[in-house]
């Protein structure tokens, strides 16, 4: 029987400047053999040596690709159009390839909800089957996975798979539009499931209320097409990363601080991946995370939003996919820039002989140990919050430091408590004696620790922590002052 095949405008010149030509086959691998008798020449811009449709080649049959029908054993019929498409310099679509078996067929109700969608000649009724097909698994349902979740899920994403172990904090409400202030309290995954599926009814949620971990990350991964980074710290950051290269996924990448944003696509079989352009993580400290240096609400709005496009762009292939470029954020100056990555050859996970093939300590390797200084601390290292109130009350001779940044002071302080952040103290060493009893506090006891390590390293031995910081203060000395 015969059908049409459109030839693109590059590959015209190995069929006779022919831009359609007609053929005979039952099969899309019939026609294109037919095809490539007629016209030796064009074969080897079609197939690899072994036969196979080379990766940067697609074909649709109408106007769907034959990967995602039954490749060259999709049937044809008379008056079929084939079109060939081969990648361009510059912009090649790049689409997520998972199932060749047919796709989802959308229902009345479906076709109702995503209308808007599918009058879009780019996403159309092919994009939203695609959408449909389509497991992504987002790490994190925090302010970057709160616009991600609801984008994704209204978008129509068939399987949404959501990581976290965390309880719904109020803390997190000024960012995380995903939760209420009911919420509080509750697991995230729990929470935002219900939150989703309200959204679109459509969809499959699958919360996963677990820590990702090296054990667990390649088991939970490996059922999904590709993985969305709205992780806030490192290890993970890492961990989602070298997982995502060990099985080929793309990882649509996005992190925010304070007031500027990144985003990009991580994808080691396709572009540069993330520890081709951070090859180790910054040290512990260096660094501090929103919980300390803050994040301005609405940034994880704008910056998971830029995710949620990047994974539509993937699962539909339309458009430039971010893949080795890396956009850059400031809400402040409202400024956009772009980098230009590319693969390190000697990229320890995606390079073509990786050092590194298995997911390894990544707690370690971000030189975050699990307390080293738990088997040293000398039994005086610490007091509870009680213990000073009580040595206060009693009029004993001590210096309050608080280490935390001036407007933490602002919000809640110790009374007669003397500032210097953490980042200061090296320098104004000179301030305090090395006679005192120093009790030092911030937040959780986090930072006031490592001020406490560095101020005995430093001769003053009569340096303590404060337990719990001025968080337990608040909930067991003083609830007027307040928490945050
Ligand atoms: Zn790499």
Same mark, same amino acid.
């Not at 790049?94 to 067929?105: F, R, V």
């Not at 994808?267 to 993330?274: D, F, I, R, S, V």
């Given at each position: 029987m015969s059908i049409t095949i459109q030839i693109p405008t590059p590959l015209r010149r190995f069929t006779a &400047?022919?831009?359609e030509v007609q053929v005979d086959g039952a099969t899309v691998g019939e026609a294109l053999d037919s095809l490539t008798q007629r016209f030796p020449n064009l074969r080897r811009h079609l197939y690899t040596d072994d036969g196979t449709l080379r990766s940067f080649v697609n074909v649709f049959l109408n106007d769907e690709d034959v990967r995602h029908l039954k490749s060259g054993q999709t049937p044809v019929n008379a008056g079929d159009t084939l079109v060939i498409i081969p990648s361009i310099a510059g912009g090649a679509p790049?689409?997520?390839?998972? &199932?060749?078996?047919?796709?989802?067929?959308l229902s009345p109700a479906e076709i109702r909800h995503y209308s808007r969608h599918l009058i879009m000649p780019e996403i159309g009724t092919a994009g939203q089957r695609k959408l449909k097909a389509a497991k992504v698994l987002m790490i994190g349902t925090g302010g970057l996975g709160s616009p991600l979740g609801l984008y994704l899920a209204a978008a129509g994403v068939g399987t949404l798979g959501l990581v976290d172990f965390d309880v719904v904090d109020e803390t997190n409400l000024h960012r995380q539009v995903l939760f209420s202030d009911k919420d509080v309290g509750r697991p995230k995954t729990q929470a935002a499931a219900e939150r989703l599926r309200g959204i679109n009814p459509h969809i499959k949620i699958i919360a996963h209320d677990t820590r990702l971990e090296s054990a667990n990350a390649l088991d939970l991964f490996k059922d999904y097409d590709l993985v969305v980074d709205g992780t806030d710290n490192f290890p993970t950051r890492y961990l989602v990363n070298d997982a995502c290269v060990m099985l080929g996924k793309p990882n649509v990448y996005g992190s925010i601080f304070r007031f500027e944003g990144q985003v990009s696509i991580f994808?080691?079989?396709?572009?540069?991946?993330?520890r081709c352009l951070f090859p180790e993580p910054p040290p512990p400290g260096l660094v501090p995370s929103c919980a300390e240096g803050g994040v301005l609400g609405v940034l994880p709005g704008i910056i998971g939003s830029l995710q949620a496009n990047e994974v539509i762009k993937l699962i539909t292939g339309v458009g430039e996919p971010l893949i080795g470029r890396l956009v850059l954020f400031d809400a402040l100056k409202m400024k956009f820039r772009e980098l230009k990555l590319r693969k390190d050859p000697n990229c320890p996970v995606c390079s073509e002989n990786p050092t590194q093939r298995e997911l390894i300590d990544y707690e370690q390797f971000c030189g975050i140990a699990p307390h080293p200084e738990t088997e040293t601390m000398a039994d005086d290292f610490e007091m509870t919050v009680q213990d000073l109130k009580r040595r206060l009350d009693a009029g004993e001779e001590l210096l309050v430091l608080d280490v935390r940044n001036p407007p933490e002071y602002e919000i809640a302080r110790i009374p007669g408590s003397k500032l210097i952040p953490l980042g200061e103290l090296q320098d104004r060493l000179g301030e305090l004696d090395p006679a005192a009893t120093i009790v030092a506090h911030c937040h959780h006891g986090g930072r006031s620790a490592n001020a406490v390590h560095f101020l005995r390293q430093m001769g003053f031995n009569r340096a303590i922590n404060l337990a719990g910081g001025i968080d337990q203060w608040s909930l067991n000395v003083d609830r007027s002052v307040p928490r945050y």
């Open positions: &400047e022919q831009g790049t689409a997520i390839q998972t &199932e060749t078996e047919a796709l989802p067929g994808w080691g079989a396709k572009g540069p991946c993330y």
